[in-house]
């Protein structure tokens, strides 16, 4: 067993407290940030003004993005408590990423940049900055999985702490910080070994939907149809009762299982893997 004792909070100031799960999130993105400078550093064919214009206009498109999904994930509670609709306390990772890529992929369109190529050149970076912020999450306590009697199972013990106390949980969060590794060293691997440009973000959004649809199956969370009760009761009730399995899939489910149609259609349609010989053809 893991014991996990760690306060969500880092420091104070004053009245201001600093959540590790900020520090890291924050950390994340500066992580990013830096792989697209350095990647331009090394010869990528874009510009330091450009990484920072998208920069400007991903990040607070993810962080807009994120908080949407996040509000639609808990519908009846914010429905409930409209209030606290705009806030920081609840983001999705889908959203950040979604977001930030529709922003930047409107963005192309004034600057005339080839997103495909810049969204590659990310595509390491970006699952790089996932496992950080998977990091913050392991130390906040939330994302935490179910019940188990697993070696590797996870007790929370300080009583500030999101995940719940004394019960033995999946560390989902940690599986996820493997993988999000082991999808980095993939990705770098394949780098310039697929054609046309976008091909590398395709196959990082489908190794990692593929790892969402799998992982949610242990990890705690809302059953994304339930969410709507208050507003469709009949219709959650028909699809619990004649159709549990549907009714049970949480919202990253669902994102996923609709990115994996897409990705998976337009590499089949359009990639192609590339020889060495032919890079520079």
């Known amino acids: 067993m893991i014991y996990n004792d760690v306060s969500p909070i880092a420091f104070t100031i004053g009245s201001v407290s600093v959540a590790w799960y900020g520090i890291m999130v924050a950390l994340a993105v500066l992580t990013l940030v830096v792989w697209a400078l350095w990647a331009v550093k090394k010869g ?6 450009t990484v920072v214009s998208a920069a400007i206009v991903g990040i607070p498109s ?3 993005f994120s908080r949407v999904l996040h509000v639609i994930d808990f519908w009846d509670y914010f429905m409930e408590h409209p209030g606290q609709i705009i806030g920081g306390s ?4 889908y959203g950040a990423v979604l977001g930030a890529a529709l922003g930047v992929w409107i963005y ?17 970076g970006i699952i790089l900055a996932q496992a950080i912020g998977r990091v913050g999450c392991t130390l906040n306590g939330c994302c935490f999985g ?23 949980v999946h560390p989902t969060q940690v599986y996820e910080i493997i993988y999000n590794l082991i999808l980095f060293g993939v990705l770098l691997s394949l780098r310039n070994r697929f054609r046309p440009d976008g091909s590398l973000f395709l196959i990082y959004l489908t190794l990692y939907s593929v790892w969402r649809l799998g992982i949610d199956f242990i990890r705690d969370g809302t059953f994304f149809i339930g969410n709507f009760h208050s507003s469709w009761p009949s219709g959650v009730d028909f699809i619990q009762n004649h159709l549990p399995w549907l009714y049970k899939l949480h919202e990253a489910q669902w994102i996923a299982i609709v990115v994996l149609i897409i990705t998976i259609t337009l590499m089949g349609m359009r990639t192609r893997w590339v020889k060495k010989g032919e890079l520079d053809s």
């Open 108 to 124: 192309s369109r004034f600057r005339r940049m080839s997103f495909g190529y810049f969204a590659d050149m990310l595509a390491p």
């Open 62 to 64: 993810g962080v807009i």
């Open 44 to 49: 990528a064919r874009v510009s330091y003004d």
């Open 146 to 168: 179910t019940e188990t009697d697993i070696f590797c199972a996870m007790i929370y013990t300080n009583p500030d702490s999101l995940g719940p106390l004394g019960i033995p």
């Open 90 to 93: 609840g983001l999705s990772i």
